[in-house]
């Protein structure tokens, strides 16, 4: 086996969160194809359950590579492969045009709209604060998951585990237990979303629930998302846009 053989994988797409919301940084020293299609794996099965759930801000940066038309206009479809991605910005060394996307935003410029208007705004909120951290990994029994922001967890919460977040937590994998608190300093706005749920006490606020794996019909195909309303936690199930 060669030297180069041993070397990691280059990573071609990065993700952070960002103060508009996701921030996909694209390799600019390999090839655009392989750059493209790794973007398109991620936003179709890595992160298929985060990506089908509240309205997200994604801005793209290439770093120093210069786009043509042809390749801007394939990450504009790229990511319109998702129905509640709203790409803001494609920043290149050339231009940093804002991309409107007038089906998503009624015709608004998708940067100017900081408050997306969905028939769900009472029950969803866009990522769109500096604070925002992504968790990669299972969290496990014992262990305690704590921010100060908005929380995206690339995998499952495990029985016996506790996530604790001021805004809201986003579940790309499965809550298959323990403890789940969103707006833990009492913003009883934020929200909670997983693709599926098993027996877990949820808390938003310093309001508690239960959740119970035979609750929710579907899971695999639904996301579903915890919020406050009247006095107690109540759950919305969204289905998935088909690709």
């Known amino acids: 086996m060669t030297e180069k053989e041993l070397q990691p994988k280059k990573s071609l797409v990065t993700i952070k969160g960002s103060n508009e919301g996701l921030a996909f ?11 493209a299609d790794e973007l398109k794996q991620k936003v179709r099965r890595e992160l298929s359950t985060l990506l089908t759930g509240p309205m997200v801000r994604i801005k793209i940066d290439c770093g120093r590579r210069e786009l043509d038309e042809k390749q801007r206009k ?19 060394s050339t231009t940093e045009p804002v991309v409107a996307n007038a089906d998503k935003t009624n015709g608004q410029d998708a940067s100017t709209d900081t408050n997306t208007q969905t028939t769900e705004q009472s029950v969803v909120h866009l990522i769109d604060e500096n604070t925002a951290r992504i968790y990669r990994g299972t969290v496990r029994s014992g262990q305690v998951l704590e921010h100060d922001g908005n929380l995206v967890i690339f995998g499952d919460v495990n029985a016996g585990a506790k996530v604790l977040a001021t805004g809201d937590i ?18 009883k706005q934020r929200v909670i979303s997983a693709g599926a749920w098993g027996n877990a006490q949820v808390r938003i606020a310093d309001c508690i629930g ?3 794996a035979g609750d929710f019909k579907a899971q695999t195909t639904c996301v579903t998302t915890a919020y406050f ?5 109540q759950f919305k199930h969204k289905k998935p846009a088909m690709i």
């Open 170 to 187: 986003l579940v790309m994998g499965r809550i298959l237990g323990g403890s789940v608190h969103a707006g833990s300093k009492g913003d």
């Open 25 to 35: 940084i694209l390799n600019d020293q390999e090839p655009f194809s392989h750059v």
């Open 74 to 92: 394939l990450l504009e479809e790229i990511i319109s492969l998702k129905e509640n991605l709203i790409l803001t910005r494609i920043k290149s």
């Open 229 to 233: 309303d009247e006095y107690r936690i």
């Open 210 to 212: 239960k959740t119970q």
